[in-house]
């Protein structure tokens, strides 16, 4: 994560983890302000972080008590989900960002840590978004919480959205060069992917994107191997597949997906496998390390190999932590305002009578008062209202402006009230059904 926020514009000033061996690999490649210790020594930690006054606080806290591979019985590392939201209730960052398995958003442990960050005053963002969609060929689904203070809840989702690309990315597309059925584009941002296949839309070029190819891009130890079988073989969960196209995103990657596959798989390949597990390439760890978006040169030595392979499990892709990252910099910069949800249209037609210039025109002023507040969302109406007095640029309008904007956030945070089922009935059912459900 930090690597990928690094990338979106962050400057990270200090980093824990109570894993000698990881803290080491983070150093070699990050900085040395990295430490060991003990997140639940709350005494000793916390006025530590107050002391550096962060803007952000960002953790992905033990997932093992809450992830479909563990036991799901919620033990001690189930309690650092709630050391990481007291922490940043006593040192109260602006930001904080969270990730973990999407099965801890219903456990105790975060519905305790949830509640104290709401108490704390922060709105709340928390959805789950696929790493394949976000610059890694992994179907690697988590959870994401984003607070900020004083927002409404769901205040950074659809800016979230819309940062994802539209397709998923195939593994064809990270090692498709190794065939030379691509080309090299030199990437806009350091880290940005520079090799394109000729089958996809190609970036856009621009005069600094004709240089040549670093060494960096050349073909990898395996990576031909890879692209030759058109395959490969993860450990699958359970029953399910483990042969893989290099035209699919690789599965969530696990400490154990590297491995070879076991007798019972080649006795009994999965019937969806599109060769035998015994044609389907190995990952190699350099491999797998970039599936989970580390770049080609990261410094894992003085680690364990076993070691390795457990920290690469453990990382958020650097992809999806940059797009995170660069999500939270534009809205904190006032560059991004959320989108208008749901049927807000329909409503002010059917229940305020509005005609189609009269709904254009309540949508485009709740953009523009949402603009001028800098894409802030606020948890009431009157709070959203003074802030709106308080903008300089607010108060140079003409009164009918100002009160036409005015008038437009009421309608919307009226909508937003209505009670949700009920919206949902009105909008999907047939009158009858919809007197009765109201
Ligand atoms: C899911 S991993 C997250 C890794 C890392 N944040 C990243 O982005 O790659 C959870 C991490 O929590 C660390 N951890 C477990 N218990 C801890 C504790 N009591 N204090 C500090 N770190 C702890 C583990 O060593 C592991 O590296």
Redesign the pocket.
């Known amino acids: 994560?930090?690597l990928g926020l690094k990338r979106a514009g962050f400057e990270v000033v200090a980093a824990?983890?109570?894993?000698q061996a990881?803290v080491d690999v983070y150093r070699q490649n990050l900085g040395g302000f990295v430490r060991v210790?003990?997140?639940?020594?709350i005494f000793r930690i916390a006025p530590e972080i107050v002391a550096q006054r962060p803007d952000m606080i960002?953790?992905?806290?033990?997932?093992q008590d809450f992830s479909t591979a563990g036991e799901r019985i919620e033990g001690e590392?189930a309690g650092?989900t709630r050391?990481f939201a007291m922490l940043v209730c006593i040192v109260r960052p602006r930001w904080f960002l969270m990730?973990?398995v999407p099965l801890a958003a219903r456990s105790d442990a975060w519905r305790d840590a949830r509640a104290m960050l709401v108490k704390a005053g922060y709105g709340l963002t928390e959805t789950t978004l696929n790493a394949t969609y976000y610059g890694v060929p992994q179907t690697r689904k988590r959870l994401f919480v984003v607070g900020r203070l004083g927002e409404a809840d769901a205040f950074l989702e659809s800016a979230l959205a819309a940062a994802r690309s539209p397709e998923k990315m195939p593994m064809r597309a990270m090692f498709g060069e190794a065939l030379g059925g691509c080309y090299y584009a030199h990437p806009r941002h350091p880290g940005k992917r520079g090799v394109w296949s000729v089958d996809e839309p190609a970036p856009t070029m621009r005069g600094s994107s004709r240089r040549p190819m670093p060494a960096t891009y050349q073909p990898r130890p395996g990576d031909t191997a890879l692209v030759e079988a058109g395959a490969f073989f993860t450990r699958p969960y359970h029953d399910g597949r483990g042969v893989r196209s290099l035209d699919e995103p690789a599965p969530a990657v696990v400490r154990t997906t590297r491995e070879r596959p076991r007798q019972s798989h080649l006795d009994r390949p999965h019937p969806a496998d599109s060769v035998h597990p015994a044609k389907a390439a190995v990952l190699t760890q350099e491999q797998v390390s970039r599936i989970q978006g580390f770049p080609i040169g990261w410094d894992w030595s003085g680690a364990a190999v076993r070691d390795v392979d457990q920290?690469i499990a453990?990382?958020?892709p650097a992809p999806l932590?940059e797009a995170i990252g660069r999500t939270i910099l534009a809205r904190e910069a006032g560059e991004s305002i959320p989108e208008i949800q749901g049927r807000f249209g329909q409503w002010l037609r059917r229940s305020k009578g509005f005609n189609g210039q009269a709904v254009r025109n309540g949508k485009s002023r709740v953009n523009r008062a949402r603009r001028l507040l800098g894409g802030r969302t606020f948890p009431d109406l009157a709070g959203e209202l003074a802030a709106l007095d308080a903008v300089e640029a607010f108060a140079a309008l003409p009164t009918g402006t100002r009160s036409d904007l005015r008038k437009a956030l009421r309608l919307y945070r009226e909508w937003q009230e209505q009670p949700k089922g009920r919206r949902k009935v009105k909008a999907v059912l047939p009158a009858a059904v919809e007197a009765v459900a109201a």
Not at 16 to 19: F, M, P, V
Not at 37 to 41: E, F, H, T, V, W
Request: net charge negative; glycine share 8%; with cysteine.
């Open positions: 994560m930090s824990y983890d109570s894993w990881a210790a003990d997140l639940k020594d960002v953790g992905g806290p033990p997932c590392r650092l050391a990730e973990n920290m453990n990382a958020v932590a």
